[in-house]
Nanobody
Framework: QVQLVESGGGLVQPGGSLRLSCAAS????????IGWYRQAPGKERELVAF??????TNHVDSVKGRFTIARVNAYLVYLQMNGLKPEDTAVYYC??????????WGQGTLVTVST
């Protein structure tokens, strides 16, 4: 079992920055990848970025150059978000996938980009 807790969301003006944190607990050694997803109102949940246990990262095109995912250690992953736009407004979720292909989700943290 893996438990995930996200934090760091909030209200920010366009062009601003936020750093989201995803803290994992439980069977941490079983985690293969940790990713950030987001779901805007009325839209499907979508991948934002992920990092593997070896540190390799991948970001979707819409956030490249603005967002950076980083695995601080085995149980903590950040998503640094710069240059935020109103279209980045969403609930952001952390997802862990184990080496056995089991997926675990956090409860989400709301990011609102608005004046």
């Amino acid at each position: 079992q893996v438990q995930l807790v996200e934090s760091g969301g909030g209200l920010v003006q366009p062009g601003g920055s936020l750093r989201l944190s995803c803290a994992a607990s439980g069977s941490i050694s079983s985690i293969a990848t940790i990713g950030w997803y987001r779901q805007a109102p009325g839209k499907e949940r979508e991948l934002v970025a992920f990092v593997t246990s070896s540190g390799s990262t991948n970001h979707v095109d819409s956030v490249k150059g603005r967002f950076t995912i980083a695995r601080v250690n085995a149980y903590l992953v950040y998503l640094q978000m710069n240059g935020l736009k109103p279209e980045d407004t969403a609930v952001y979720y952390c997802k862990a996938v184990t080496k056995g292909a089991r997926a675990y989700w956090g409860q989400g943290t709301l990011v609102t980009v608005s004046t």
